[in-house]
Nanobody
Framework: QVQLVESGGGLVQPGGSLRLSCAAS????????MAWYRQAPGKEREFVAR????????NYADSVKGRFTISRDNPKNTVYLQMNALKPDDTGVYYC??????WGKGTLVTVSS
């Protein structure tokens, strides 16, 4: 069955960096678009970034453009989210997503001094 397992979350100071990973299995990873979403405390889940399958075209939420980079390593069935210049507003649980409806369990990112 499809499995998405996120890792790399943690506590970081404002201005710091983290790299999240999502290990995928159970489907043809290289052909599938992948995305990251996040959910802050008390808020709805929101889109962060997306990368297409074969062409690796990327899209970002306006709030993270220029600071976050999504990438993928198809031989490793892994998608990454490099997060730089982190802000307290970036705090939340970050989820890996694969269409049509597969979600990981999430990894918590806390940006605080």
């Amino acid at each position: 069955q499809v499995q998405l397992v996120e890792s790399g979350g943690g506590l970081v100071q404002p201005g710091g960096s983290l790299r999240l990973s999502c290990a995928a299995s159970g489907f043809t990873f290289g052909r599938s678009a992948m995305a990251w979403y996040r959910q802050a405390p008390g808020k709805e889940r929101e889109f962060v970034a997306r990368i297409s399958g074969v062409s690796t075209i990327t899209n970002y939420a306006d709030s993270v453009k220029g600071r976050f980079t999504i990438s993928r390593d198809n031989p490793k069935n892994t998608v990454y989210l490099q997060m730089n210049a982190l802000k307290p507003d970036d705090t939340g649980v970050y989820y890996c997503y694969s269409p049509p409806a597969y979600w990981g369990k999430g990894t918590l990112v806390t940006v605080s001094s």
